[in-house]
């Protein structure tokens, strides 16, 4: 396992410093400080479309927000694909999978998830401050800690936080997760973390 996970630290160190060398295609060469006027949703859109690329892949480690009664921690690795803006909405859709370890103690399991995700700018000088969230549904390889227990394979995750971004390509951001099987199972344990996120565009 420790080589799976070199290679995917690896994987995504090379992409970000191929996208980080890549030529900028026309959309790149926009100003880093573009400023739209409030009234003019028409511009901002196509701000948007420039200046959102149509991918992104991430990093994800979460700590509990509470105290647990074993050591947990969460790695998750994820990847995002950018939808069609909707109408005259600013809200940017997007679609999104990973995969993540679960740490709980001595013991490790593995989380796919699969669902919606979603972006949206909170400032209008290169777009640079949105406030993100996603919800999706995750199968777990491994819900059963033994002092700790998560009810069952199939569990629910939502959360919400901030992106900012730190190069043209690169954001980091802060979200606050919420993981439980929506009373699906006898035993409904709900994890809930904070999250910090090293990412890139391509």
């Given at each position: 396992?420790?080589s799976l996970?070199?290679?995917?630290?690896?994987?995504?160190?090379?992409?970000?410093?191929?996208?980080?060398?890549?030529?900028?295609?026309?959309?790149?060469?926009?100003?880093?400080?573009?400023?739209?006027?409030?009234?003019?949703?028409?511009n901002?859109?196509?701000?948007l479309?420039?200046?959102?690329?149509?991918n992104?892949?991430?990093?994800?480690y979460?700590?509990?927000?509470?105290?647990?009664?074993?050591?947990?921690?969460?790695?998750?690795?994820?990847?995002?694909?950018?939808?069609p803006?909707?109408?005259?909405?600013?809200?940017i859709?997007a679609?999104?999978?990973?995969i993540?370890?679960l740490?709980?103690?001595e013991?490790?399991g593995?989380?796919?998830g699969?669902?919606?995700?979603?972006?949206?700018?909170?400032?209008e000088?290169?777009?640079?401050?949105?406030?993100?969230?996603?919800?999706?549904?995750?199968?777990?390889t491994?819900h059963d800690?033994?002092?700790?227990?998560?009810?069952?394979?199939?569990?629910?995750?939502?959360?919400?936080?901030?992106q900012?971004?730190?190069?043209?390509?690169?954001?980091?951001?802060y979200?606050?997760?919420?993981?439980?099987n929506?009373?699906?199972?006898?035993?409904?344990?709900?994890?809930?973390t904070?999250?910090?996120?090293?990412?890139?565009?391509?």
């Amino acid at each position: 396992m420790k080589s799976l996970t070199a290679l995917i630290i690896g994987l995504f160190l090379t992409l970000f410093v191929v996208t980080a060398n890549a030529e900028r295609s026309s959309y790149f060469n926009l100003p880093e400080v573009f400023e739209i006027p409030e009234t003019d949703q028409t511009n901002l859109k196509k701000v948007l479309n420039g200046l959102m690329l149509n991918n992104s892949i991430g990093l994800r480690y979460g700590t509990p927000s509470s105290k647990q009664i074993l050591p947990i921690n969460t790695k998750e690795l994820y990847f995002q694909r950018r939808l069609p803006l909707i109408g005259d909405s600013l809200l940017i859709p997007a679609f999104e999978a990973s995969i993540s370890q679960l740490n709980v103690g001595e013991g490790k399991g593995y989380v796919w998830g699969l669902g919606p995700a979603a972006a949206i700018p909170l400032t209008e000088s290169a777009n640079r401050l949105y406030l993100v969230g996603h919800a999706k549904v995750n199968y777990l390889t491994k819900h059963d800690y033994g002092r700790k227990r998560y009810g069952g394979q199939v569990q629910w995750t939502y959360g919400f936080g901030l992106q900012t971004k730190v190069s043209y390509n690169t954001f980091i951001s802060y979200m606050w997760i919420h993981m439980s099987n929506a009373d699906r199972y006898e035993v409904n344990p709900a994890l809930e973390t904070h999250t910090m996120t090293l990412g890139v565009n391509f």
